[in-house]
T-cell receptor
Framework: EDKVVQSPLSLVVHEGDTVTLNCSYE??????LLWYKQEKKAPTFLFMLTSSGIEKKSGRLSSILDKKELFSILNITATQTGDSAVYLCAVQNTGTASKLTFGTGTRLQVTL | SAVISQKPSRDICQRGTSLTIQCQVDSQVTMMFWYRQQPGQSLTLIAT???????TYESGFVIDKFPISRPNLTFSTLTVSNMSPEDSSIYLCSVLVWGKGANEQYFGPGTRLTVT
């Protein structure tokens, strides 16, 4: 059974800080790892990672995958209060269903 | 990407009743998924809904409780039947879109269901 573990479970930082969120996984027949931001109900897609060592970047957010050590990190620099959310990591296998297995998420709170 | 809408956005229902949630996508997609997110929990896949075939349910979910329709490539419904308070959750539909050489998965805005 595929498994995703995220750490920390929650985090409180001050605006302007840099944070690193962790995601480790166990999956048979790995296809990709995805990061989402969930503020209210709907998770918003951030990144999809398929190859090791290639950083994906979008503004102040970046992410990288290590397929040998089976983990990924999501970095947020110069955090803002609008970054407060639950960040979800999910893995997708190569099965025909292409279903996602989610971690429990990291709840990030950015304070002034 | 894909633009996904869900109806209703929220509802409060009495136990024993059923609720049907609709999911509409702005483009044709082969694979649609229904997820549940119970309070304080992460997302759990209920079933995969492909057009033209029966939905495939994950362990712990059955068709009698969560019947799904997929009449075409842009629309699906999930019914939560004979509801109990344990069914109080956010229900999310999701679609798989081929983008930039790989499959990306996008979510609808969700339906927040409270069963009293």
């Amino acid at each position: 059974e595929d498994k995703v573990v995220q750490s920390p479970l929650s985090l409180v930082v001050h605006e302007g800080d840099t944070v690193t969120l962790n995601c480790s996984y166990e999956v048979t027949n790995f296809r990709s790892l995805l990061w989402y931001k969930q503020e209210k109900k709907a998770p918003t897609f951030l990144f999809m990672l398929t190859s090791s060592g290639i950083e994906k970047k979008s503004g102040r957010l970046s992410s990288i995958l290590d397929k040998k050590e089976l983990f990924s990190i999501l970095n947020i620099t110069a955090t803002q209060t609008g970054d407060s959310a639950v960040y979800l990591c999910a893995v997708q296998n190569t099965g025909t269903a292409s279903k996602l297995t989610f971690g429990t998420g990291t709840r990030l709170q950015v304070t002034l | 990407s894909a633009v996904i809408s869900q109806k209703p956005s929220r509802d409060i229902c009495q136990r024993g009743t059923s609720l049907t949630i609709q999911c509409q996508v702005d483009s044709q997609v082969t694979m649609m998924f229904w997820y549940r997110q119970q309070p304080g929990q992460s997302l759990t896949l209920i079933a995969t809904a492909n057009q033209g075939s029966e939905a495939t349910y994950e362990s712990g979910f059955v068709i009698d409780k969560f019947p799904i329709s997929r009449p075409n490539l842009t629309f699906s419904t999930l019914t939560v039947s004979n509801m109990s308070p344990e069914d109080s959750s956010i229900y999310l539909c999701s679609v798989l879109v081929w983008g930039k050489g790989a499959n990306e998965q996008y979510f609808g805005p969700g339906t927040r269901l409270t069963v009293t």
